[in-house]
């Protein structure tokens, strides 16, 4: 009983959680487009007394204006896409950054910010507008066009991986050996993690980290694709381990041989 109360307290609370943050996106997000358009307007007396103090410290008068200027003279937003957004939350104070991505005639614009709540004041605690040529999805579109050896490179070895796991793991379940569960969840493991990103050749390393089938991806309309994979040490040591047992099988049926040979003498 007292274990079923802990279940639905903890399942409550994920779901209220969950709930709330969602409630806390979509309020930010009207605030910001609400905001953006003040600017768009002209309507800065009213843009301006809703910046934070702590971004007032780093950031004129002169210069607020002049950005606010800026964005104005870019026309209206056609469109208005929320393209990422994460979430700080304390007792007293919720921090929210979002990203916007513009979208105007001709042009695109990515905008930055930072939503601040405290009790019943929201405030701009941080604001950029960066001008785009093309859309965040032209922009990170899977394409070959323009890519290096490197990208071919990490493609096929990405690909490569989970083949060589899965055929290593085949070749495991028909080998007669003292089989255990242990050797399974090894070969088809592959443990560290290389990171490429397929946009901007960018490259990462995690030296702690599992990737079931060796290879993976990660991937979504604004974002770049990102290929993952990893080193299939199980599947390695496995196929060592199979060459040794079968090193040794040989050499007991070779020694059976002769003394089998022997003994007819």
């Not at 993690?193 to 991806?217: A, D, E, P, R, V």
């Not at 003394?259 to 003498?265: L, P, Q, R, V, W």
């Amino acid at each position: 009983m007292f274990k079923k109360i802990i279940c639905v307290s903890l399942f409550v609370l994920i779901v209220s959680s969950l709930y709330g943050n969602e409630n806390l996106h979509k309020y930010s997000d009207n605030f910001l487009i609400e905001y953006i358009k003040l600017i768009e307007n002209g309507k800065y007396k009213k843009a301006i007394p809703l910046i934070s103090e702590e971004a007032k410290k780093s950031i004129s008068a002169r210069d607020i204006v002049r950005l606010f200027d800026y964005i104005k003279s870019k026309g209206k937003a056609s469109k208005f896409e929320s393209v990422g957004s994460n979430i700080f939350q304390t007792e007293d104070l919720i921090r929210i950054n979002k990203t916007f991505q513009l979208t105007y005639k001709d042009k695109y614009a990515l905008v930055t910010a930072q939503i601040i709540k405290e009790k019943d004041s929201v405030k701009i605690n941080g604001f950029n507008f960066n001008e785009m040529n093309s859309s965040l999805e032209a922009h990170n579109k899977f394409s070959f066009s323009g890519k290096g050896l490197t990208h071919y490179f990490f493609l096929g070895y990405a690909v490569l991986i989970p083949l060589f796991i899965v055929v290593t793991f085949i070749i495991y379940l028909r080998t007669r050996f003292n089989k255990k569960w242990r050797w399974a969840l090894f070969i088809l493991v592959g443990l560290v993690q290389f990171s490429f990103n397929w946009t901007t050749g960018g490259f990462m390393f995690k030296l702690i980290h599992f990737q079931i089938l060796g290879s993976g991806y990660q991937y979504t309309a604004y974002s770049p694709v990102v290929i993952m994979s990893s080193i299939p040490l199980g599947a390695v040591l496995f196929l060592r381990k199979r060459r040794k047992l079968f090193s040794v099988q040989t050499e007991k049926i070779e020694d059976s041989r002769n003394m089998a040979e022997n003994s007819d003498i």
